[in-house]
């Protein structure tokens, strides 16, 4: 089992961008996926989240910015991110609950700068 995001990149501030993470491997049943982020030098952080039964929660620094959806046929949940700030700048890591286990994708970078 594993998860692959896709999506980062270099942006100007204001900008937008739009992550992808696809769950793959032998999956019977994935619970919550999110989308976490860690900045240099900082802890992990939540960023949003969002159940198979598709209850969302955001994280304070993305409310009014950021949405996250789900495809639960493909396995598959997107962030799209909206009036990006140089704060947004962090690797962003995707996270799910995938037969009852913890799983973490490899990470896309995320940078916004002029």
């Known amino acids: 089992v594993q998860l692959v995001e896709s999506g980062g990149g270099l942006v100007q501030p204001g900008g937008s961008l739009r992550l992808s993470c696809v769950a793959s491997?032998?999956?019977?049943?994935?619970?919550?996926m999110g989308w976490y982020r860690q900045a240099p030098g900082k802890q992990r952080e939540l960023v949003a989240s969002i159940t198979s039964g598709g209850s969302i929660f955001y994280a304070d620094s993305g409310k009014g910015r950021f949405t996250i959806s789900r495809d639960n046929v493909k396995n598959t949940i997107y962030l799209q991110m909206n009036s990006l700030k140089p704060e947004d700048t962090a690797v962003y890591y995707c996270n799910a609950d995938i037969n009852f286990q913890p799983v973490w994708g490899q990470g896309t970078q995320v940078t916004v700068s002029s």
């Open positions: 491997g032998s999956i019977f049943r994935v619970y919550t």
